[in-house]
């Protein structure tokens, strides 16, 4: 094949006229809109019956009409009056029977998929499975739910079938939230400032409190969910500091295996897996995540994954979801393409798409002057990209290259460095987490929804914008993505892509940018504010190999209990104090639900630190109070779980009381506490059918990370596998009170002391 030229005009092969093509082009991309209307229709239907069947339904209502004609009448007499006072007015005698028979029999089925689906609402707002303890025998209760969920649930949901089902997130009392939060902050006051904590709480809420509290449950009452919305708006997207480092994560790939050492094979079968991933989101052919093996989880964060842009404003942010996209954006050695997905309606095979990528690494065009630093616009504060953006890529070229990264199905970043994974080399893979975490600071468009990152050596990393879903959604993907990668789709023997293609590849389209010369100096501004965040992120990957889950199981604990109380002993010798610790907690047991605070750091988890630090008290002692702090620390975690968190509720009041124009010193004390230790654990096994284990070689993934929340903190992301943890440890260089090696060594000492504990103890008895 002669080497491809980067015209403007050069999209398709060779010897096909371009004004038929482009002809051909508008069919296909028509067609294919028309199909995914239609997917969109049906499934539609189908959800909205769910967990009845449209085919189910017809038979239901074919069957009624029979029965009649043959003289049995199972609507006890309603086809009759139907008929008589109704439809034989208006109709010829047989019609107007049969137009009754089908009328009740809709009904019928209806009311009964109503019914159906009102129970179940009803039976999975009820949470008493979640608080059984490990080795209890099931209880009556229970059993008698699993039952019942069991009769009334549906076979096979897809994707969004179970969204109408799942129940609103509840609204706790103001009493039992402020209570709670009580117990929280003590560890962290002496008693004179615990009492000042106490009177000002009574205070808030004996004057606006349940004025707050009866607005907020107005909103609960008429939204799907009285948080997510102002969540996402005020967390995120009202947030004008810069998104590298503060608030997009990553996710790193497979340790222990490389599949391929071909970078442009590896970045074609990942990019191929993530299509077709997206297209079973779009069929909704995956199924949604169940708890308990019968609880839905919500799904609608996956909406936005694919196709979706954050694009800035002045004050406030926006996302844009476009229903569909059929290119991507590439990114390589300075230069942004526009590479094309689909030809004549059918999604590239990872041959063709190694061609596309191939080609790119080969053309030795120059980027345009500023064109290579361009991104770091979206790395900079938000306001001043909204004005860039408004000012300098609102027509010509700008405004269509602009549009073909940001309508892009997602960015995919062709490195032009090498990446080292495995778990001896820890600055080699340091380097390899602050690569995926935020690159150079110029070379990731911060505002997609993610970028795939490929290495120069084939190693794979996800950049992920946090507003619009949360980290397990990310980490299915990239869960499914590996699986289809390394199992599914394979390389042959001289490492590129199986399969021939099927025709003429069709060419990557160099994007074109007229930069002016005061558009440059607003690059690199922001270039210079992205580069000083990245040089202040200190970023250490700490693996635990000596012992894992399989460990922690045979102490009888929670093994993200036992993990957090690691922390707080580990931070606690690491900054000689007791400090406000965030963990993430799902919510997605509601509809339209995101995320709720566990509080780690607990009376409890403190007075078992304490015992650890005293030599005078004995291993049996410690041990009790370490089930006692991980218990409780389980109870907390259900509880947020289920709708009874603290932080959200107290959140959403804040919110009511500055649309009420109402100050609150209790509000805003609670809402400016310094999150000096914010955590959170990456999930494995999503379902993908390809994953069996995740303890063979190719299956263990070293999760991803987040930065620090405050600037004297850390920010600390792990994953736990049946042999294996990673922890992903950040904070900033320019704090006098963080070292993110140090805390590292502390959190080795930590596992190795509880795990002593449990030694000590068993060689003693």
């Known amino acids: 094949m002669k080497k491809a030229g980067y015209n403007q005009t050069r999209v398709l092969d060779d010897n096909v006229d371009s004004c038929n093509d482009i002809v051909k082009s508008s069919y296909y991309s028509y067609m294919r809109c028309c199909q995914l209307t239609s997917y969109r229709t049906l499934n539609s239907l189908y959800n909205s019956l769910y967990p009845g069947h449209p085919i189910r339904g017809l038979i239901f209502c074919s069957a009624i009409p029979v029965l009649y004609l043959k003289g049995y009448d199972a609507s006890f007499g309603i086809i009759t009056w139907l008929e008589e006072h109704i439809f034989r007015r208006v109709l010829p005698s047989k019609n107007g029977t049969i137009i009754a028979c089908v009328t009740f029999a809709a009904g019928a089925y209806i009311s009964i998929i109503k019914i159906r689906q009102y129970t179940l609402k009803a039976l999975f707002s009820y949470h008493g499975w979640m608080y059984q303890k490990h080795g209890e025998a099931v209880g009556l209760v229970p059993k008698l739910w699993m039952g019942l969920v069991k009769v009334f649930a549906g076979r096979s949901p897809s994707l969004y079938s179970c969204q ?25 006051y002496d008693d004179e400032s615990y009492q000042r904590t106490v009177e000002q709480t009574d205070i808030f809420k004996n004057t606006i409190g349940y004025k707050l509290q009866r607005y907020l449950w107005l909103k609960w009452l008429l939204s799907s969910n009285y948080v997510t919305d102002w969540w996402e708006r005020f967390v995120y997207l009202r947030g004008r500091s810069p998104l590298i480092v503060n608030s997009n994560y990553y996710c790193l790939d497979a340790v222990f295996s490389r599949p391929a050492m071909k970078q442009t094979a590896r970045a074609a079968n990942i990019v191929f897996a993530a299509l077709k991933y997206r297209t079973e989101l779009e069929l909704e052919k995956v199924k949604p995540l169940m708890a308990f093996s019968s609880v839905p989880l919500c799904s609608i964060q996956h909406k936005r994954q694919f196709n979706t842009v954050r694009i800035p404003g002045k004050e406030t942010d926006h996302i844009v979801h476009y229903s569909d996209s059929q290119h991507i954006a590439v990114y390589h050695r300075g230069r942004w393409y526009k590479v094309l997905t689909y030809y004549r309606n059918q999604l590239l095979q990872p041959c063709e798409l190694q061609i596309q990528f191939d080609e790119i690494l080969r053309d030795e065009t120059p980027p345009v ?6 991104a770091a616009l979206t790395a900079g504060d938000r306001t001043f990209w909204a004005t860039t953006r408004e000012t300098f890529f609102n027509t010509g070229c700008n405004r269509a290259s602009l549009d073909a990264i940001e309508k892009a199905a997602f960015v995919l970043i062709l490195e032009d460095s090498d990446f080292e994974i495995g778990t001896s080399m820890s600055n080699e893979f340091d380097e390899y987490a602050r690569a995926i975490f935020h ?10 929804s993610f970028n795939l990152i490929i290495s120069k050596n084939a190693v794979f990393g996800l950049n992920v914008e946090h507003s619009w879903a949360d980290a397990p959604v990310s980490g299915h993907m990239t869960e499914y993505v590996l699986a289809e990668d390394f199992i599914v789709l394979g390389y042959d023997p001289l490492g590129n892509t199986h399969g021939v293609p099927r025709f003429n590849a069709t060419h990557p389209i160099k994007l074109k940018w007229d930069l002016s010369s005061a558009c440059k100096q607003m690059i690199e501004q922001s270039l210079n504010e992205a580069t000083a965040l990245c040089n202040d992120v200190d970023l250490h990957v700490y693996v635990q190999n000596s012992y894992s889950k399989n460990f922690i199981k045979k102490c009888k604990i929670s093994p993200d209990a036992y993990i957090q109380m690691a922390l707080q002993l580990a931070h606690y010798r690491d900054s000689g104090r007791f400090d406000l610790t965030y963990e993430a907690s799902m919510t997605r047991l509601f509809r339209n639900s995101r995320t709720e605070t566990v509080r780690s750091c607990s009376i409890e988890s403190s007075a078992w630190v304490n015992a650890m630090e005293n030599s005078m008290i004995t291993n049996t002692e410690r041990i009790r109070l ?8 389980q109870q907390q975690y259900r509880d947020a779980m289920s709708g009874k968190g603290i932080d959200r509720h107290l959140f959403c009041l804040y919110v009511i009381s500055k649309y009420l124009k109402l100050d609150s010193p209790f509000l805003q004390n609670v809402l400016q506490e310094p999150w000096k230790l914010s955590t959170s654990q990456t999930p494995t096994q999503y379902g993908n059918p390809h994953v069996k284990s995740n303890t063979t070689a190719d299956g263990v993934s070293a999760g991803g990370g987040f930065g620090s929340v405050d600037q004297n903190g850390y920010g600390v992301s792990y994953i736990i596998s049946e042999d294996i943890i990673f922890f992903h440890i950040s904070s900033r260089r320019s704090s006098r009170e963080t070292d993110s090696q140090r805390f590292g ?3 080795r000492k930590a596992l190795d002391d509880i795990r002593a504990l449990f030694e000590e103890t068993t060689k003693s008895a």
């Not at 690159?439 to 997609?448: P, V």
Request: aromatic share 12%; net charge negative.
């Open 164 to 188: 109408n089902i799942l129940p609103a997130l509840p609204l706790p009392s103001l009493d039992d939230t402020l209570q709670r939060y009580l117990r929280t902050v003590r560890p962290f």
């Open 369 to 374: 002057d500023g064109e290579e630093h361009l």
């Open 439 to 448: 690159g150079k600071g110029y070379d990731r468009w911060f505002d997609k």
């Open 626 to 633: 370490l089930r006692l702090a991980c218990d409780f620390h």
């Open 745 to 747: 060594r502390e959190i």
